[in-house]
């Protein structure tokens, strides 16, 4: 008789662990954080069976995520070094890779192009004028990539959001061309993405874009004269520089009927085998053309050292140097330079050795 308060003391006390097991349980499970999910990659790409950003105002809410994304990308990279240090974590395009879209030609009247001076013409530009929007309106454009990224390090602490917006942009293309949306909006959107594009040097992005901006876009929503020639000289550019096709380059300038002095330059210099002019054609250029230039850099500067081996015996070390932009260890690991080092310190490239009779 006496164990049956003390079983129900038990019985109690056992009960009473389960409720605060329970609730502590309980407790544990409401403090867990939501998958946060990347605004971003909410959407995938329409050509997969994508439906909601076919409409126009998912389309622009989409955009206005992408700006405010890339402008954060901008600033966490802190400065203007380190911004071209992620842009040339994704350069991943091969230069000597001119396997597609070589046939190309563009068969629309072309107005003519009269570019007034600015910045796209004239004027010695920045090393690399990155595109920093302010507004989301339709005549002030922000700059699809592989969407390859790279191992985060302390130097390159925001390089996974390019990736990120690389991917936004290419599923935004994508829904507008399945909308056959032609109007400012899309201009925005094919500007910001062919920037960005070459700012990368990923030519599957921007080449199909530009091709369908100046085909498709362009006759239903006319570019400013500004924006025409600034895409115009990106595919002659293009053209010469990364397809080295120069008779297709003579072409597409010829029918857009391009009047550009920097763009000039740059063919002749092809054409001539001029590493002087190039250089100086490249200096003077902003830095989305010499993105594109870069493509023929390597060819041009090879070229160069054949001639000056054809025409000397020897160089100075430094000339050398600042006349190819690259070290001496670096002209032999890239181009191969064959040549010995002369002089007391080594201050002379020995192209050829005269021998004495």
């Keep these: 008789m006496q164990r049956k308060p003390g079983r129900a003391s038990s019985g109690h006390s056992y009960g009473h662990t389960n409720h605060h097991h329970h609730a502590g349980s309980s407790s ?6 939501p998958v946060e999910l990347d605004p971003l990659s909410e959407y995938g790409l329409p050509s997969k069976g994508e439906k909601r950003l ?3 105002k998912v389309q622009e809410s989409y955009y206005s ?3 405010e994304r890339y402008l954060a990308f901008c600033t966490e990279a802190g ?3 380190n911004l071209q240090k992620q842009f040339a974590r994704l350069s991943v395009a091969d230069p000597n890779n001119n396997n597609n879209n070589n046939n190309f030609s563009v068969t629309t009247n072309s107005p003519i192009i009269s570019v007034p001076p600015s910045p796209l013409t004239s004027g010695p530009p920045t090393p690399l004028p990155l595109p ?3 507004s989301i309106t339709p005549s002030s454009s922000f700059p699809d990539i592989s969407f390859l990224s ?4 302390k130097e390159t602490t925001s390089s996974s959001s390019l990736p990120s917006i690389l991917s936004a942009l290419r599923k935004l293309r994508e829904a507008l061309v399945a909308t056959r949306r032609l109007d400012p909006f899309t201009v925005q959107v094919y500007l910001f993405a062919i920037r960005l594009g070459i700012l990368a040097k990923s030519y599957e992005s921007y080449y199909p874009a530009l091709l ?3 085909r498709t876009i362009h006759p239903s929503s006319p570019l400013t004269s500004v924006e025409l020639s600034e895409c115009v000289s990106y595919l002659v550019l293009d053209t010469a520089c990364r397809r080295q096709d120069l008779a297709a380059a003579f072409k597409l300038r010829r029918e857009w009927k391009l009047h550009d002095k920097k763009v000039d330059g740059v063919l002749r210099a092809l054409v001539g085998d001029n590493y002087v002019l190039w250089g100086r054609v490249k200096k003077g250029v902003d830095g989305y053309r010499v ?6 850099d390597g060819d041009v500067k090879k070229r160069a050292l054949v001639a000056m081996g054809r025409a000397y015996l020897s160089l100075p070390r430094e000339f050398l140097e600042g006349l190819m932009e690259e070290g001496w260890e670096g002209l032999r690991a890239r181009y191969g330079v064959g040549w010995e080092l002369g002089g007391e310190k080594g201050e002379r490239v020995v192209i050829r050795k005269v021998g004495r009779g």
């Excluded at 993105?291 to 023929?296: I, S």
């Design 28 to 33: 544990h499970y409401s403090r867990l954080r």
């Design 54 to 56: 076919l409409s126009p």
């Design 65 to 67: 995520k992408i700006a």
């Design 79 to 81: 400065d203007k070094d």
């Design 132 to 134: 920093t929007p302010n």
């Design 150 to 153: 790279s191992p985060p390090d």
């Design 212 to 214: 369908y901006l100046l």
């Design 291 to 296: 993105k594109l230039m870069e493509f023929a």
